[in-house]
T-cell receptor, first 111, second 113 residues
Framework: SQQGEEDPQALSIQEGENATMNCSYK?????LQWYRQNSGRGLVHLIL?????REKHSGRLRVTLDTSKKSSSLLITASRAADTASYFC???????????FGSGTRLLVRP | DADVTQTPRNRITKTGKRIMLECSQT?????MYWYRQDPGLGLRLIYY???????NKGEISDGYSVSRQAQAKFSLSLESAIPNQTALYFC????????????FGQGTRLTVV
């Protein structure tokens, strides 16, 4: 089974609303990363949070990390139609530099 | 020019054929990865490499092999293609010591008939 599991699998919101996606993982990590993918294209890195960090911001993105619960969340504030995409978390394992992806959340932002 | 370039972009091949997917990067990163993506399953790691002398199996390496010809080049081979290897394949590089994530190629859409 995959290291990272995202929740929900799909999310539909109105433009202007906030979108929250969650990621849970199983083993000790060096860092956790979030990516975006538009319709079968290459993934684009959004933000990286290290295991000793609890929260990080980048523009309209806010990521939290709770290593005790082995979970992370990605919040996109004031969503736009252009945010429609699939979002993936990826965990960089502590000991080996493996980068393992979850199954993703499909976000639809309705205009 | 793209930072991570995959060739070919699309390929249709027959069952039993050997096929090679190529990846080259201009980022200067040591770490390179090959993933496959199937609908609803996210990305699964096939192989990863830290340098030309270091190759590691990922989650689903059976039926695949790789070659790291140089720091900038990492090739994925399907020795004898089968239909359930039909998927979208991605190459990626990374250097997260600098706080950056991975850089992905545009993908190779492979169909095995």
């Amino acid at each position: 089974s995959q290291q990272g599991e995202e929740d929900p699998q799909a999310l539909s919101i109105q433009e202007g609303e906030n979108a929250t996606m969650n990621c849970s993982y199983k083993t000790s990590i060096n860092n956790l990363q979030w990516y975006r993918q538009n319709s079968g294209r290459g993934l684009v890195h959004l933000i990286l949070i290290r295991s000793n960090e609890r929260e990080k911001h980048s523009g309209r993105l806010r990521v939290t990390l709770d290593t005790s619960k082995k979970s992370s969340s990605l919040l996109i504030t004031a969503s736009r139609a252009a945010d429609t995409a699939s979002y993936f978390c990826a965990t960089a394992l502590d000991s080996s530099y493996k980068l393992i992806f979850g199954s993703g959340t499909r976000l639809l932002v309705r205009p | 020019d793209a930072d991570v370039t995959q060739t070919p972009r699309n390929r249709i091949t027959k069952t039993g054929k050997r096929i090679m997917l190529e990846c080259s990067q201009t980022k200067g990163h040591d770490r390179m990865y090959w993933y496959r993506q199937d609908p609803g399953l996210g990305l699964r790691l096939i192989y990863y490499s830290f340098d030309v002398k270091d190759i590691n199996k990922g989650e689903i390496s059976d039926g695949y092999s790789v070659s790291r010809q140089a720091q900038a080049k990492f090739s994925l081979s399907l020795e004898s293609a089968i239909p359930n290897q039909t998927a979208l394949y991605f190459c990626a590089t990374s250097d997260w010591i600098q706080g950056n994530g991975a850089f992905f190629g545009q993908g190779t859409r492979l169909t095995v008939v």
